[in-house]
């Protein structure tokens, strides 16, 4: 996976070499103000993140999103559902 400061430096080497921002943008798949933008050091939106291959962020606090979780299980019901006895005989986590 690629980083930030990967795509920016080879935005500014293509630039160098003369490339246009609309050559570098079709090559990349974003924008040309995209492409400016990420030059200039700013974070990408999350689609953009996603089309250059870096960590999808938060735009505001610049904070990578937490991995999505599994949805909690209900406790069976004491008596009633199957395996009740396993689950409230089982060891607790300090």
Known sequence: MQTMSKVSKSIR???RK???YDLISKDLGIS???VRRVEQGHYPSKENA???GIPVRCTTCKRKFPKPKSPRVKPPR???DAGWIEY???KVKK
């Open 18 to 20: 003369g490339f246009s």
């Open 78 to 80: 004491i008596g009633r």
């Open 50 to 52: 996603e089309r250059l």
């Open 88 to 90: 409230c005989t089982r």
């Open 13 to 15: 080497k293509a630039r």
């Open 32 to 34: 040309k103000p995209a």
